[in-house]
Every structure is written in C-alpha cells, then in structure tokens.
C-alpha cells in the first residue's frame, strides 16, 4: 500500500502527526486509521465475493486485476488457446521491413541504371529545378465561372 513512500517522507508523516495530535492522542488516532482500513479492506473482499458469485460458475477464475487493459491484454497474449504466441513469433517486424527496403533499393537501383543511360543523376530527383513542361499549351482551359 505504502511502497513508495520513502525513510523521509515517512520521518516526516510522524513529526507532522506528533505535531498536529500531540504525543497523548496519536496512539488513539492510529488505531482508529488501522481499524477504519481494516474495514474498507473487509468491505471490498465481501463486495469482490458478492461479484464472483453473482457472475456465476463461469466466472469463478476471474480477477478484478484483469479490469486493467494492460494486464488483460498480458494475459490474453500469454494463453496458448488462441494460438497468438504463434502469430507473434512468426511475424518478424525485422525481418519484413529489411525485405521492403531490400525491395525498394533494388528498384531504386534498377531505374537508375536505366535512367543513368539517358543521363540522368542516379536516380534521384533535383528539387532546386525547375520541372520540365513538354507542352506550354496543354494548360486546363480557365473558367471564369468557377472562381
């Protein structure tokens, strides 16, 4: 309940309870919290219990904790019923992405040799020119009506 709570935040939540219940009142005080949480504690097992057998037979294996979604997801990828563990193991992202750049640079590579022929540079594209108009009459016809 308390894991992250640390020597000095907790030296510190002592001196501040001495301070503001005094040395005579806080033994009192601690045993109201410790009783006060025994009985929130009490409560939300018999209302888990209530749930469990209100749900029926086949839910009798089920755990609030699985409520999270990561802890659901953890364990829907752990169970060997659905087969995921298969999936999951021969899908290789490592693998796939060096098939598809492999892929790419190979046809990077095929149309530069081509292209190289007919002087282009490599390949690759020079974005500081201009583009090549083959036709400075093959504009779409202006329409003043659509402005």
């Known amino acids: 309940m308390f894991n992250d709570i640390g020597p000095l935040e907790l030296v510190t ?3 501040l309870a001495v301070l503001v219940f005094g040395p005579d009142k806080l033994p009192k005080v601690i045993q109201d919290v410790t009783r006060t949480i025994r009985k929130i504690r009490e409560f939300s097992e018999s209302a888990k219990n209530d749930i469990r057998e209100e749900l029926g037979p086949e839910f009798k294996d089920f755990e609030f904790e699985d409520l999270n979604p990561k802890t659901f997801i953890r364990k829907q990828l752990d169970n060997e019923d ?3 563990k298969e999936i999951r193991n021969g899908f290789d992202l490592k693998k796939e992405m060096a098939e598809v750049t492999d892929a790419i640079h190979s046809r990077d590579s ?21 583009p090549e108009i083959s036709g400075q009459d093959d ?3 202006f329409d003043m009506d659509a402005t």
Request: charged share 20%; hydrophobic share 25%.
């Open 13 to 15: 939540l002592i001196v």
């Open 139 to 141: 504009r779409p016809p």
């Open 82 to 84: 659905l087969g995921l």
């Open 110 to 130: 095929d149309t530069s040799s081509s292209s190289s022929s007919s002087g282009s540079s490599g390949g690759r594209i020079d974005m500081t020119k201009k």
